[in-house]
């Protein structure tokens, strides 16, 4: 996905990702998508890599990540 954006000319600072669950793939495209720039929102309760992302010492409180708040 990153060689087809940036291929496209597309610059990770205008990628957006949201994050709901997700296992060792998501947990590996959330991180490298903050890395490079791409803003990353996570529903905190759907658990697993979008939750451990949160509470990560290390990226939990980066700037580009977002929690996301489910309304009804």
Partial sequence: MWLDLTTAGVPPSQVKIIGIGGGKIST???????ALGAAVGVFP????????????????????????????
């Fill in 28 to 34: 590996l495209e959330y991180r490298l998508a903050l």
């Fill in 45 to 72: 309760e759907s658990h697993r890599a979008a939750e451990e992302l949160l509470n990560d010492p290390r990226w939990g409180n980066h700037r580009n990540l977002v929690t996301l708040i489910p309304t009804r």
